[in-house]
């Protein structure tokens, strides 16, 4: 059977990729054939078409890390889901496709009430948050968070789960649409960089002793100003660098405010410790079913539009996430 997919032949910018049919072959034993309705547009999208992410496909590949569809059929032996089954799926890339074969451990029931768009783009802002500041980051209620990139894809998810675990938390992001979204997902505080210092800023806001845990999905100059507003003995988590450079640290800065700057990598550590991934997941789908954790979409692009979409990113223009939508999204 054949379905369109983004296909990368060469690495370059998305403008050069195009939509082509692929082969999708007969599900195989244990596998289970997803028509995907929506795909979730993650920053490590955009680097790897470039080959600028630590993962590297063999070329060529279909980019797409997270999305949601419909089982329209099983192979031998796979049992646990029949077609018609909404489902999100979950991969190291291959999403951007209308249809995939995939494990049915790659598999997870989409959440009651949520639209293929909000499960396509939960899981990985979710368990990134989760993971980073839950295992690596150990946020304790009543201490201070600050979450650069606070209204992006991860940046957002942590500033709500950081609420949940009861801290005290500052976003910084750009612009005042931004920073409502912010504060409506449970920012107390917001600095509007770079109209404001962050520096400056979170200094005033803590009574001069600093943010007791950081979450850097940025980079650059906000890690560096990171590591001058950071609290004694506080922990700064390293999750990305969307602004494209990354900082060096200087070690003086580290012994003199006694803080750990710690590397999380929320897919790598629940390959290399699968029960953690599960307890990760599990907690993730139980606030969804709360209600918590619902992404904001700020964006929703056809698929055939797909360059607007990786642009919408690159531009910073998005506020939550950016959803692809293959078919027509709904809400059960
Ligand atoms: N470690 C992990 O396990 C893990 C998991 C998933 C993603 N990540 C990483 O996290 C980072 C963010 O991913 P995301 O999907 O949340 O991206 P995103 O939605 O685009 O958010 C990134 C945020 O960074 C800020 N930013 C500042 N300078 C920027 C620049 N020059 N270009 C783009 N954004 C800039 C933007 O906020 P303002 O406009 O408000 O400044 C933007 O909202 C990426 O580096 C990604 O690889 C890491």
């Given at each position: 059977?054949?379905?369109?997919?983004?296909?990368?032949?060469?690495?370059?910018?998305?403008?050069?990729?195009?939509?082509?049919?692929?082969?999708?072959?007969?599900?195989?034993?244990?596998?289970?054939?997803?028509?995907?309705?929506?795909?979730g547009?993650?920053?490590?999208?955009?680097?790897?078409?470039?080959?600028?992410?630590?993962?590297?496909?063999?070329?060529?590949?279909?980019?797409?890390m997270?999305?949601?569809g419909?089982?329209?059929?099983?192979?031998?032996?796979?049992?646990?889901?029949?077609?018609?089954?909404?489902?999100?799926?979950?991969?190291?890339?291959?999403?951007?496709?209308?249809?995939?074969?995939?494990?049915?451990?790659?598999?997870?029931?989409?959440?009651?009430?949520?639209?293929?768009?909000?499960?396509?783009?939960?899981?990985?802002?979710?368990?990134?948050?989760?993971?980073?500041?839950?295992?690596?980051?150990?946020?304790?209620?009543?201490?201070?968070?600050?979450?650069?990139?606070?209204?992006?894809?991860?940046?957002?998810?942590?500033?709500?789960?950081?609420?949940?675990?009861?801290?005290?938390?500052?976003?910084?992001?750009?612009?005042?649409?931004?920073?409502?979204?912010?504060?409506?997902?449970?920012?107390?505080?917001?600095?509007?960089?770079?109209?404001?210092?962050?520096?400056?800023?979170?200094?005033?806001?803590?009574?001069g002793?600093?943010?007791?845990?950081?979450?850097?999905?940025?980079?650059?100059?906000?890690?560096?100003?990171?590591?001058?507003?950071?609290?004694?003995?506080?922990?700064?988590?390293?999750?990305?660098?969307?602004?494209?450079?990354?900082?060096?640290?200087?070690?003086?800065?580290?012994?003199?405010?006694?803080?750990?700057?710690?590397?999380?990598?929320?897919?790598?550590?629940?390959?290399r410790?699968?029960?953690?991934?599960?307890?990760?997941?599990?907690?993730?789908?139980?606030?969804?079913?709360?209600?918590?954790?619902?992404?904001?979409?700020?964006?929703?692009?056809?698929?055939?539009?797909?360059?607007?979409?990786?642009?919408?990113?690159?531009?910073?223009?998005?506020?939550?996430?950016?959803a692809?939508?293959?078919?027509?999204?709904?809400?059960?």
């Amino acid at each position: 059977m054949s379905a369109r997919a983004i296909v990368v032949r060469e690495l370059g910018p998305p403008a050069r990729h195009r939509i082509e049919p692929v082969d999708v072959p007969a599900p195989g034993s244990g596998e289970a054939r997803v028509a995907i309705v929506a795909a979730g547009m993650n920053f490590p999208d955009l680097l790897m078409l470039e080959g600028r992410y630590q993962y590297r496909p063999e070329l060529p590949f279909i980019p797409g890390m997270e999305a949601a569809g419909t089982v329209i059929g099983t192979g031998p032996d796979a049992g646990r889901f029949r077609p018609g089954d909404r489902v999100i799926v979950r991969m190291r890339n291959g999403a951007f496709a209308e249809q995939v074969n995939l494990r049915e451990e790659q598999l997870l029931p989409l959440p009651v009430g949520m639209s293929f768009a909000e499960g396509a783009t939960f899981s990985v802002a979710a368990i990134t948050a989760i993971h980073a500041l839950a295992d690596r980051g150990r946020l304790q209620r009543g201490e201070t968070l600050l979450v650069l990139g606070g209204a992006g894809g991860v940046g957002l998810a942590a500033v709500e789960f950081g609420a949940r675990l009861g801290a005290q938390v500052i976003a910084a992001c750009a612009g005042p649409e931004k920073a409502a979204i912010a504060r409506a997902r449970g920012a107390h505080h917001v600095v509007d960089h770079p109209r404001e210092d962050l520096r400056e800023r979170v200094l005033e806001l803590t009574g001069g002793r600093g943010a007791d845990v950081i979450y850097d999905p940025v980079g650059g100059a906000g890690f560096d100003a990171s590591m001058r507003c950071i609290g004694w003995g506080g922990r700064l988590l390293v999750i990305g660098f969307a602004t494209g450079t990354i900082p060096r640290l200087k070690a003086n800065l580290a012994l003199l405010k006694g803080c750990s700057v710690i590397g999380v990598r929320a897919g790598e550590s629940a390959r290399r410790d699968p029960e953690l991934g599960r307890r990760n997941l599990r907690r993730a789908f139980e606030i969804a079913a709360e209600g918590g954790l619902r992404p904001n979409i700020s964006h929703r692009v056809p698929f055939h539009e797909f360059p607007e979409a990786y642009r919408i990113l690159a531009e910073r223009r998005a506020i939550g996430r950016v959803a692809l939508l293959m078919g027509e999204d709904d809400r059960p």
